[in-house]
Antibody, heavy 119, light 110 residues
Framework: QVHLVESGGGVVQPGTSLRLSCAAS????????MHWVRQAPGKGLEWVGF????????YYADSVKGRFTISRDISKNTLYLQMTSLSAEDTALYYC????????????WGQGTMVAVSS | QSALTQPPSASGSPGQSVTISCTGA?????????VSWYQQHPGRAPKLMIY???KRPSGVPDRFSGSKSGNTASLTVSGLQAEDEADYYC??????????FGGGTKLTVL
């Protein structure tokens, strides 16, 4: 059974950094392109970025470019999102999602991990 | 990377059909057949309902269908059921390896 479990969220101060993790199981992680999507409280979904299945390329939304970095550890079946220079606008529930190579769709999602940026 | 435009709300009675629109531009919805639709119940993760404009993943009822005309994509839910009440989001590939979502539509089953 495909399973994605995010962790690492919490309450942080503006300007600080945080790293989120997404543990994958039940599918071949090393051949799967993976995305991060976030959802601010009471708001809609916002695509954050993705990493190729082999980790060779990463792409980001303009809103996080230069501040967020996506990486993956194949040996640990884990996806990461390193976030720096956090601001209140980054407060959201962060989901990792699998891309099944169906036209940039996301067929499996984790339950999300909450990040709150507040002084 | 401007968000796609969806109506904030839609509604229908059980058994009826309802269509939710998703309007973008030639640089996203109109330029690629890479539109997806997601259903999200309160407190739950989104669920893929439609991909590549009109394809349904295994397990999604055929009451859900998708289409596209020009820069506007649509999700139609036929034979509305109480469990269809949820938020629905469209997304599209927007070129340069980016994805854009719509603002979401709250579907109410009357």
């Amino acid at each position: 059974q495909v399973h994605l479990v995010e962790s690492g969220g919490g309450v942080v101060q503006p300007g600080t950094s945080l790293r989120l993790s997404c543990a994958a199981s039940g599918f071949t992680f090393r051949t799967s392109t993976m995305h991060w999507v976030r959802q601010a409280p009471g708001k809609g979904l916002e695509w954050v970025g993705f990493i190729w299945y082999d980790g060779s390329k990463t792409y980001y939304a303009d809103s996080v470019k230069g501040r967020f970095t996506i990486s993956r550890d194949i040996s640990k079946n884990t996806l990461y999102l390193q976030m720096t220079s956090l601001s209140a606008e980054d407060t959201a529930l962060y989901y990792c999602a699998r891309d099944p190579d169906w036209g940039y769709s996301f067929d499996m999602w984790g339950q999300g991990t909450m990040v709150a940026v507040s002084s | 990377q401007s968000a796609l435009t969806q109506p904030p709300s839609a509604s229908g009675s059980p058994g009826q059909s309802v269509t939710i629109s998703c309007t973008g531009a030639s640089s996203d919805v109109g330029g690629y057949d890479y539109v997806s639709w997601y259903q999200q119940h309160p407190g739950r993760a989104p669920k893929l309902m439609i991909y590549e404009v009109s394809k349904r993943p295994s397990g999604v009822p055929d009451r859900f269908s998708g289409s596209k005309s020009g820069n506007t994509a649509s999700l139609t839910v036929s034979g509305l059921q109480a469990e269809d009440e949820a938020d629905y989001y469209c997304s599209s590939y927007a070129g340069s390896y980016t994805v854009v979502f719509g603002g979401g539509t709250k579907l109410t089953v009357l």
